[in-house]
């Protein structure tokens, strides 16, 4: 059964919402900008085969409040730090697609003894160079090119099923540029901070990913020490949505 609870963190400063399913060892995870809802059949899956699966709720996503100082992508990596303290769990598996992959990686970089790996989904972050490419800016496409970037099979696109869902979905955008619309998607310091991550990586990336290609994922697994990159078959920029049971069976 899934819950969705709310504290607040920072001396009452930030309201911070989250779902929370299943038990045993704790996952986090770290949405893009497709929102909550996108990570929600792999906590389903996590859960199912014994994990405590929390999908944190960004402030400025699906209608949550978001304070003015509250803007950067460190400034949600310090977030689910706190939540992580707030929850007093350990050995945490983070888990992050898109952003939330690049949000995975700046949480991890802090050293916090209670993660213990992270798995990388496609994810942003890094600068454009002429061997990785660069990021496709989705605000760029028409829909359906969006859709054909994004997916392997484009009816597999989460499709707003009314009017506010589609509302919720545009604001969801709008929260996603607050974090990184400037420098877009990336840190151009993050490839030189990559050497220092210290915890087990998996890198999965869908084959078919046309908002970062294959080519882009394979420098984070040679940019972080000892990590790990399997491809995903029949799968764009949401492996976790076209092919979940392949990315369960990649977590392990």
Known sequence: MIEISRTTLFADALPIAWYEMGSGRPTLLLHGG???GSMMGLATGLAARGRRAIIPVYPGFDGEPRPSWFHRIDDLAIMALALIEWLEIGDVSLIGNSVGG???IETGLR?????????IIDAVGLDPTPEGGGIVDPATLPPALLLAHSFHDPSRALVPRDAAAATTMANNQRALRVYAGEPFMHDPSLRGRLSSVNIPTLVLWGESDRIVTPAYGQQ???LIPHARMQSIAAAGHFPQIEQLDDVLAAIR
């Open 111 to 119: 050293r916090s003894p209670r993660i213990a790996e992270q798995v």
């Open 220 to 222: 984070f697994a040679t």
């Open 102 to 104: 690049w949000l995975a």
């Open 34 to 36: 497709a929102g909550p």
